[in-house]
Each structure stands twice: as C-alpha cells, then as structure tokens.
C-alpha cells in the first residue's frame, strides 16, 4: 500500500471519533488500516456521499501491492495475491497460497467424482482449526471439447470448490466457459500464441485468466496488453521446471517477480504468481518418487511466492506437509498461537494418572503433548490461559500464576479430590517458584516437574506415583 | 476577458458534479499546473498523479463536450470500445540487484587436514553467501551440507529411522561409518548423551573416548555434541575437545545457560569450532554471539549458530522467520549476527505426523502410511530452513538426506539434466 503511516490515513478519515468502527478514535482505526486487520468498510460515515471522494482515493492508496484476484463465487470464492511485503516477520502475508489439485477429462466418470470428493473432504485438525484444500483444477488431456465440457460439468455438480480450466485450446476454454460462466473459474491460459483468442474469452465471461510464459519480457508483455484490453484479474505462470538448471531458473524467475512487484513497485507485474508443482510427475512415474519431489517443489514455492499451484499427488504424505507448510508461511507472526485452555486427556488416562500443568502457548502445549504421548504416558494436560506466552516468560510476566492454573480446573469442573486418588498437580520445572503459592490456592499436593518435558518419562520412573505422605 | 484558474480549482469546480452540458463557457489560456512547495515523494507523486488523472479526466470531457475532437488526440486509449491491440505490446522485464546486503556471512572450515594439523581428508567450507539462499544477487560460493546423527548408546527412534541403523546402534564407530558409506553424510555427529547424569552419566574421559573412536572410523568431519545437561557439558565437551585437539570439530554446543566460556576456552585451545546455540531468540543470539567473541575471545571464524529447528507443525513458523531475520540482518551488516547457521533437522521427528501410526483424531482424513510420512516431514522442516538461509542440516533418515541434497544442490546450481518442455503438463497423461 502507498501510505504508511496512521497519521497519512487519518488525513483521508471523517476524523470525528464516532467509534462505529469499534475504534475509539479514527487515528486507532488508521493504524488497523495500516496493519490490515480493519478494512475501509468498516467504517459506516466514509461510506456516506460526503465522503466519496476521500473514500475512492484511500482506497487506491490503500490498496495491496500485489493485486488481489478472486477465483469461484459464493461462500467458496478464495482471494489470491493482495501482499504487500516481501519477508512475513515485516507484516504478514495474506491469502494463503490456493492449492488447486487436478482432475483430468480421460478419467472414467466414477474416478473423477471420487477423487473430488477426496478433494473436498480432504481435512487436517491443526491448532483448533482444519486444514483444507480449496480448488479442482480440470485439465484438457484428451484435446476433444466435448469429453473436456463432460468433465468440467461433472466436477461443477459434484462440489462447490472454486474450478482452473485447464487448456491452450481457446475453444475447448470457450466452451467449458459456456457451462461454468457463473461459477467464476480462472481460466488457463494465454500464451504467446493464443493470447488474442484467450483475452476475448476473459473479457466476455469476466474470468480471471492465468498468462504463461517462462520469458519474464514475454509475460510482461502479455499482462501489459492484457490491461490495455482492460483485463486486470490476471495471474502469472513463469513456468515451474521441476529439476536442473531450469529449477533454478524458475525459483529466480519468482523471486524477481515478486521483488520488482512489491520492492520496486512494478505495477505491470503485481499480480499474483502460479506455480506447478505437478510438473514433477513429468520426470518422475513412481508414485513415492513423484509425490516426494511434488511436495518438495511446492514448499520451495509456498516459501517463496506461489500465490496459488497446481498440484497432483493426493498422498498423505504428499497433501500433510505440504497445508502445514502453507499454515506455517501463512500463520500471523504478529498474534501468538494459542490453544483453547482447559484440562486436555492425553492417552487414556486414569484416577492415578498424573495431572501436568503448561501454558496454552500452541508450541509448548503441543510439545509437552507430544512427549507424554509419544511416551506413551497416560496423563491429564491442563493447559492455562497465559494469553498464548511460554512457561518461562509468562512465569516471569505474571500471566501464569497459581490463580490462573486455580481456574483453569474450576472453568473445565475438574476436581482432583474427585477424578484422583492423589490430588497432585505437577508443575513444569521452569514455574518451581509457583510453588506455594500454588499449594496455598488450590489446596493440593504440588510437585515440580523437570524443565523440558523431554525429560518428563525419567522423571516420571523416579517419581510417580508420588510416595504417601 | 480571461481569467486564470488553476487545474486544482478546476478539478474541484467540476468534480462533484455529473456534468452533461456545459453552456456558455469559454476557456481560453494556459491551463496552469500548480505544483508550487509540494516536495514529490513517490507516495506524493502517485496520489497527485490520481488527482491530475481526475482532473484531466474532467478537462477531457469538458473538450468533448465542446466539440474539441479529443479522443482522436489521445488515440485509441481514450475511445469507449475496447481496446484491440492485433499483436502483443512488446515489454521489457528488468529488476535491480539487492543493494543493502553489503556484507557476507563470515567463511568457516570444519576439519582439519594433515597439512593443517588434523587427520581428515575433506574439510567442510560454510557461510560466505552475499544473499539469502539460491537468489540471484550474487554467487553463493558453498553448497549446504549434511551432518548425520550418531549416538554413543541406543535410543528411541521412529521406526522408519531405527531400521537403518539396527546393525549398528550399539557400535558409535560402526554407525558413522554406515551413514558416511552407505547414507552420503559431509560429516558425522556423535552425541554424547550416555554422559547425561539422568541417562548412564558415563564420564568425560568414556566420552573422549567416544570421540576418538568416530575419529578413527570416519575422515570427515565432526561435530561433538553434549547430552544437552547443562551441568554436565562443559566438562564432556573440553574433555572431547582435548582428545580431538586440532581436528577442527564443531562443539555443539554453548548457550546462554550454561558455562558457555568454558567451551569457548576448550575450542581455542584444543582448535575447534564453537556452536551457538540459542533458542528462538534473535537478541539472544546476539548477544550469545558478543559474548563469545568479546568476553572469551572467539575468532569470528569459528562461530556458527543454531538459533534451534521447530518441526513442521510445532513452531517451524518462529524458526523460520527467526532465522530469516538473523540472516538479512547480517547480510545487512550486522556484525554479531552474519554467521553461518546449523538446524537440528532431525527434531521433525518429534512431530506426531512423523512417526504415529494414524492421525488420533478421527475427523482427521486418514494419514497414509507413516513409513513414507516421517521422511518427508524431516526433508520439509530442512529445506524451508535451507531458504531461511541455514547451511549446515543435523539429520537421520537416509531418504531425508538424499532428497534435501538434491533439492538444495539443485537450487545452489550444481545439478544438470536435459532441458525439457514444460508446456504439455495440462494434456500430459499421469
């Protein structure tokens, strides 16, 4: 975005303090508009006539660097693009990285529905929320229209999930087009060779298009022409060789792309990247091998700038990494990630399980759970609300304190005089100071535990259970 | 009679209103652009470039509107129907070097050969990179390398590691001979963790002589790693150093909990490298770094640093971006921070996806074998670290190994193949 400062923004806001924003003051909304978590409509007078000009023009300066391009309509429409930094610790990046799995349209019909729904059902529970997967891509294998338009229309009635129609062919694009118009499908792609077929197919069925061509002056010139036309919802492929030199060259080709969009301000080329790790399975056939090399190519790509790809390999294996990395890249560095607190059951844990106390920082929660399950300890994980910060600070920083661990059991009605036969509590080794304090509030038994919960199962040989008093 | 009226004037004269006609109005003159003390900051130039637009836009239509035959002034731009250019407008794709990243990483050599005192064959050459990884701002003069895990006693393992190492897991020599032979290790570490008070507490002395076995069965180089008990290690870790003394090991490690200048002191002595090791901190490394370098007396060519690996899932998000930070800071001249660096990959097991038989959850879609799920998860966590500019990878699956060493010399510019057309992925049959 052009303006960087709240005080720049303030100039263009009603500047009359109504709060309707849920702000106290249009200076605190400026800084929201500065950091991306409030958007300019949330503000109710600037949407007043008075207010139209000033309105139009932060929105332009408002505006992300990278164009922000939307594929599918509805509650499944996914935004692509719209950054404005190059490394995420400046800000954060937006719009996670699409991944559209293909589909093909020589697949027997029975095949082609199953695997969508492995499309589209595809989820994996991760901090309190599921990774999916967003887009079907329909690829035109067998160069006849009519069996592409089949697959096409099989793949819209069977999900929702935003389409890529996939062919070179500007009349198989036209009619596939002709059944999906409504659905908003990006459509792929214009080349040196069809462009003027393939921006008229864009224009009338208003589609986003994706443009390819590894020669970054041939793609520059391709979505120069494209905005004259009056296209702007397009979407660049500097092509994903999938090893060699020409590996090397495509990661270059994304990294100058997205630096001469963001750093240098290039307008002509701000628009979001496709990346195609599929191309893996160009050189490889074995299933593993492919997969493997798929899945490597899409993270070099998720790192670096891919604001959408197209990829193949429904493997676990394959799909696992891969919407972690993305959750990785993507997640806010700016908000801690926390854990829902409360009293958590790791393995089947009994009236003489131990009772083990962190923080709700996701990072350490998820490793303390990891050890004890992974150890096979059978035990009562009571996360507390330290507002997302690790047992060392928050001790230090009074966020964990022997109220806060009181609460957590009294808000999850877990009674340890009632669910143990011991009524202990261990505390991590970093929070030992707790001790009394903790002794005092809740009136149990309090144990220390060892500083890093790797060493929790030798602990647990020594000490557990606890000798009788 | 002419009167002078500015274009801003002009702008906000008309630009409010929905102008159809215009009826007795004569503009004659210059038409003055006033840009008066208006300092033009790119940021500035753009929004006045939005404001002339605006105003151009009602200039226009005000020519229109008096007959003026403008739009054939402004050629086809300017006409209602759309555009149709009949070929592409030829355009030229250009973007500038990184100007900021002036300094280089500091050079560091592990192992020491004959003619340097040591008994390795190779010698291992990190750091001097001038921009982050595989970018093409400059040349990176070394490729990323991989350092094997070996363990002085038997320990848990995932399975799908275990298997590898099953014939040699009660013989340390044994097993860094394999990874070296049969896995392409660069280097071997040996981790001393029977010394850990918790564990068997075996003595420093057991420990150097741990050491000098690896060293015996193996030419590359080492890293020496403690058992992680902070009481413990400046003892083992001196003692292995002294009997390693000018092999040019890597220490791993010294950190800021505990008597780091004794490991300092032992690596100057006994000419090794000093691993610093900080957890996720990037003022911690810092200072960590200072400390070495001021208070003990380290040369800043034998300092790396491990500002510690989170697995894929369980915080590679704040390593990543910690090690991204460290690194532009010391590509931008931060002295105390461009150091090569070193990721304990292997931690991508302790994810549950890695090694657990199926997903716990059963809204989860199923897992697939974890036979196939724990390498590429320990690959994954390496090569998005490789990216974040980390050079040296501690690791344990053979296929891990193999694939990150394909993926970042590939990267790094080192391996060719056929060039071959891209273009038939949409029809291609898979």
């Given at each position: 975005?052009?303006?960087?400062?709240?005080?720049?923004?303030?100039?263009?806001?009603?500047?009359?303090?109504?709060?309707?924003?849920?702000?106290?003051?249009?200076?605190?909304?400026?800084?929201?508009?500065?950091?991306?978590s409030?958007?300019?409509?949330?503000?109710?007078?600037?949407?007043?006539?008075?207010?139209?000009?000033?309105?139009?023009?932060?929105?332009?300066l408002?505006?992300?660097?990278?164009?922000?391009?939307?594929?599918?309509?509805?509650?499944?429409?996914?935004k692509?693009?719209?950054d404005d930094?190059?490394?995420?610790?400046?800000?954060?990046?937006f719009?996670?990285?699409?991944?559209?799995?293909?589909?093909?349209?020589t697949?027997?019909?029975?095949?082609l529905?199953?695997?969508?729904?492995?499309?589209?059902?595809?989820?994996?529970?991760?901090?309190?929320?599921?990774?999916?997967?967003?887009?079907?891509?329909?690829r035109?294998?067998?160069?006849?229209?009519?069996k592409f338009?089949?697959?096409?229309?099989?793949?819209?009635?069977t999900?929702?999930?935003?389409?890529?129609?996939?062919?070179?062919?500007?009349a198989?694009?036209?009619?596939?087009?002709e059944?999906?118009?409504?659905r908003?499908?990006?459509?792929?792609?214009?080349?040196?060779k069809?462009?003027?077929?393939?921006?008229?197919?864009?224009?009338k069925?208003?589609?986003?298009?994706?443009l390819?061509?590894?020669d970054?002056?041939?793609?520059?010139?391709?979505?120069?022409?494209?905005?004259?036309?009056?296209l702007k919802?397009?979407?660049?492929?500097?092509?994903?060789?999938?090893?060699?030199?020409?590996?090397?060259?495509?990661?270059?080709?994304?990294?100058?792309?997205?630096?001469?969009?963001?750093?240098?301000?290039?307008?002509?080329?701000?628009?979001?990247i496709?990346?195609?790790?599929?191309?893996?399975?160009?050189?490889?056939k074995?299933t593993?091998?492919?997969?493997?090399?798929?899945?490597?190519?899409?993270?070099?790509?998720?790192?670096?700038?891919?604001?959408?790809?197209?990829?193949?390999?429904?493997?676990?294996?394959?799909?696992?990494?891969?919407v972690?990395?993305r959750?990785?890249?993507?997640?806010?560095?700016?908000?801690?990630?926390?854990?829902?607190?409360g009293?958590?059951?790791?393995g089947?844990?009994?009236?003489?399980?131990?009772?083990?106390?962190?923080?709700?920082?996701?990072l350490?929660?998820?490793?303390?759970?990891?050890?004890?399950?992974?150890?096979?300890?059978?035990?009562?994980?009571?996360?507390?609300?330290?507002?997302?910060?690790?047992?060392?600070a928050?001790?230090?920083g009074?966020?964990?304190?022997?109220?806060k661990?009181?609460?957590?059991?009294?808000?999850?009605?877990?009674?340890?005089?009632e669910?143990?036969?011991?009524?202990?509590?261990i505390?991590?080794?970093?929070?030992?100071?707790?001790?009394?304090d903790?002794?005092?509030?809740?009136?149990?038994?309090?144990?220390?535990?060892?500083?890093?919960?790797?060493?929790?199962?030798?602990?647990?040989?020594?000490?557990?259970?606890?000798?009788?008093? | 009679?002419?009167?002078k009226?500015k274009?801003?004037?002009l702008?906000?004269?008309?630009?409010?209103?929905?102008i159809?006609?215009?009826e007795?109005v004569?503009?004659?003159?210059d038409?003055?652009?006033?840009?008066?003390?208006?300092?033009?900051?790119?940021?500035?130039?753009?929004?006045?470039?939005?404001?002339?637009?605006?105003?151009?836009?009602?200039?226009?239509?005000?020519?229109r509107?008096?007959?003026?035959?403008?739009?054939?002034?402004?050629?086809t731009?300017?006409?209602?129907k759309?555009?149709?250019?009949?070929k592409?407008?030829e355009?030229?794709?250009?973007?500038a070097?990184?100007?900021?990243?002036?300094?280089?990483?500091?050079?560091?050599?592990?192992?020491?050969?004959?003619?340097?005192?040591?008994?390795?064959?190779?010698?291992?050459t990190?750091?001097?990179?001038?921009?982050?990884?595989?970018?093409?701002?400059?040349?990176?003069p070394?490729?990323?390398?991989?350092?094997?895990?070996?363990?002085?006693?038997?320990?848990?393992?995932?399975?799908?590691?275990?298997?590898?190492?099953?014939?040699?897991?009660?013989?340390?020599?044994e097993?860094?001979?394999?990874?070296v032979?049969?896995?392409?290790?660069d280097?071997?570490?040996?981790?001393l963790?029977?010394?850990?008070?918790?564990?068997?507490?075996?003595?420093?002395?057991?420990?150097?002589?741990?050491v000098?076995?690896?060293?015996?069965a193996?030419?590359?180089?080492?890293?020496?790693?403690g058992?992680?008990?902070?009481?413990?290690?400046?003892?083992?870790?001196?003692?292995?150093?002294?009997?390693?003394?000018?092999?040019?090991?890597?220490?791993?490690?010294?950190?800021?909990?505990?008597?780091?200048?004794?490991?300092a002191?032992?690596?100057?002595?006994?000419?090794?490298?000093?691993?610093?090791?900080?957890?996720?901190?990037?003022?911690?490394?810092?200072?960590?770094?200072?400390?070495?370098?001021?208070?003990?007396?380290?040369?800043?060519e034998?300092?790396?640093?491990?500002?510690?690996?989170?697995?894929?899932?369980?915080?590679?998000?704040?390593a990543?971006?910690n090690?991204?930070?460290?690194?532009?800071?010391?590509?931008?001249?931060?002295?105390?921070?461009?150091?090569?660096?070193s990721?304990?990959?292997?931690?991508?097991?302790?994810?549950?996806e890695?090694?657990m038989?199926?997903?716990?959850?059963?809204?989860?879609?199923?897992?697939?074998?974890?036979?196939?799920?724990?390498?590429?998860?320990?690959?994954?966590?390496?090569l998005?670290?490789?990216?974040a500019?980390?050079?040296?990878?501690?690791?344990?699956?053979?296929?891990?190994?193999?694939?990150?060493?394909?993926?970042?010399?590939?990267?790094?510019?080192?391996?060719e193949?056929?060039?071959?057309?891209?273009?038939?992925?949409v029809?291609?049959?898979?």
């Open positions: 975005m052009k303006l960087n400062s709240p005080l720049q923004v303030y100039k263009y806001l009603p500047q009359i303090n109504c709060a309707e924003c849920g702000d106290a003051t249009c200076m605190a909304f400026g800084a929201h508009l500065i950091d991306r409030k958007k300019l409509e949330d503000c109710p007078p600037i949407l007043k006539d008075g207010y139209k000009k000033k309105y139009m023009e932060l929105q332009t408002l505006a992300p660097e990278i164009r922000q391009v939307t594929i599918g309509e509805g509650e499944h429409a996914k692509i693009g719209g930094i190059i490394y995420r610790h400046q800000l954060t990046f719009n996670p990285t699409a991944f559209a799995y293909d589909v093909w349209d697949m027997p019909e029975q095949e529905v199953d695997r969508v729904n492995k499309i589209s059902n595809f989820r994996k529970f991760y901090v309190g929320k599921f990774l999916k997967v967003e887009m079907v891509a329909v035109c294998v067998s160069g006849d229209t009519m338009t089949g697959a096409v229309k099989k793949v819209a009635e999900t929702k999930l935003p389409m890529v129609l996939c062919s070179f062919d500007p198989a694009l036209r009619a596939a087009l059944i999906v118009k409504d908003r499908p990006l459509i792929y792609a214009a080349t040196e069809n462009w003027g077929e393939v921006a008229e197919l864009a224009l069925y208003k589609v986003p298009v994706v390819f061509s590894p970054l002056d041939t793609l520059k010139s391709l979505a120069v022409t494209f905005q004259e036309m009056g919802d397009l979407v660049l492929d500097p092509g994903t060789y999938p090893q060699g030199k020409q590996l090397k060259e495509s990661f270059e080709r994304f990294v100058k792309l997205r630096r001469a969009g963001i750093k240098e301000g290039q307008k002509d080329i701000a628009y979001p496709m990346s195609v790790p599929m191309n893996a399975w160009l050189v490889y074995d593993v091998t492919a997969s493997y090399w798929e899945t490597v190519l899409a993270s070099v790509f998720i790192v670096r700038y891919a604001d959408i790809m197209i990829l193949h390999s429904l493997e676990p294996y394959a799909m696992l990494p891969e972690h990395l959750d990785t890249i993507y997640t806010d560095p700016r908000t801690p990630v926390k854990v829902a607190p009293v958590n059951e790791v089947s844990p009994t009236k003489d399980s131990p009772v083990i106390i962190t923080t709700n920082f996701a350490t929660y998820y490793t303390v759970e990891s050890d004890l399950s992974s150890n096979k300890i059978n035990c009562y994980l009571a996360a507390v609300d330290t507002d997302g910060i690790g047992v060392e928050s001790v230090a009074g966020q964990l304190t022997a109220a661990i009181n609460d957590t059991f009294q808000k999850a009605s877990f009674d340890l005089k669910k143990t036969t011991h009524s202990t509590l505390l991590p080794g970093l929070a030992a100071r707790l001790q009394g903790v002794e005092d509030v809740t009136g149990l038994r309090v144990m220390i535990g060892p500083p890093d919960s790797g060493r929790i199962p030798g602990w647990m040989e020594k000490n557990w259970p606890p000798k009788q008093k | 009679m002419t009167k009226i274009l801003s004037e702008g906000s004269l008309f630009g409010g209103l929905d159809e006609a215009l007795g004569r503009i004659e003159g038409v003055e652009l006033d840009l008066g003390q208006m300092g033009l900051n790119p940021q500035m130039a753009y929004a006045l470039g939005h404001e002339t637009a605006q105003m151009a836009f009602h200039l226009m239509n005000i020519s509107i008096l007959g003026y035959p403008i739009d054939q002034m402004l050629g731009a300017a006409q209602q759309p555009v149709r250019p009949n592409l407008i355009s030229k794709f250009g973007v070097r990184n100007e900021e990243w002036k300094t280089p990483i500091q050079e560091v050599v592990l192992g020491a050969t004959s003619s340097d005192g040591g008994s390795r064959k190779s010698t291992v990190l750091g001097g990179e001038v921009a982050l990884p595989y970018y093409f701002d400059g040349p990176m070394h490729r990323n390398h991989i350092t094997m895990d070996v363990f002085d006693m038997p320990i848990n393992m995932a399975k799908a590691v275990k298997s590898n190492y099953e014939d040699v897991i009660n013989s340390p020599a097993w860094a001979k394999k990874v032979r049969d896995f392409g290790a280097m071997v570490t040996i981790h963790i029977s010394t850990d008070p918790n564990i068997k507490d075996t003595s420093p002395k057991d420990a150097a002589k741990t000098e076995d690896v060293l015996q193996v030419d590359v180089p080492i890293v020496i790693g058992s992680g008990n902070p009481e413990k290690d400046p003892a083992v870790l001196e003692k292995a150093a002294e009997a390693a003394e000018g092999e040019r090991c890597l220490l791993a490690s010294a950190s800021l909990n505990l008597d780091y200048a004794r490991i002191e032992a690596a100057k002595k006994y000419n090794h490298v000093v691993l610093s090791w900080t957890q996720l901190e990037i003022n911690a490394q810092k200072e960590l770094n200072r400390k070495l370098m001021k208070q003990c007396g380290v040369a800043r034998n300092i790396i640093m491990d500002p510690t690996t989170a697995a894929l899932g369980y915080g590679l998000d704040y990543y971006t090690m991204e930070r460290i690194r532009l800071a010391g590509l931008s001249g931060d002295m105390e921070l461009n150091f090569p660096m990721s304990g990959t292997t931690n991508a097991w302790g994810a549950r890695s090694w038989v199926s997903s716990p959850l059963k809204e989860d879609s199923d897992w697939g074998p974890r036979e196939y799920r724990g390498p590429i998860w320990e690959i994954i966590t390496g998005t670290l490789s990216l500019g980390n050079d040296l990878f501690m690791m344990m699956h053979p296929t891990a190994v193999q694939v990150l060493k394909e993926i970042t010399q590939t990267l790094y510019g080192s391996k193949t056929e060039p071959m057309n891209i273009e038939n992925w029809s291609a049959v898979i």
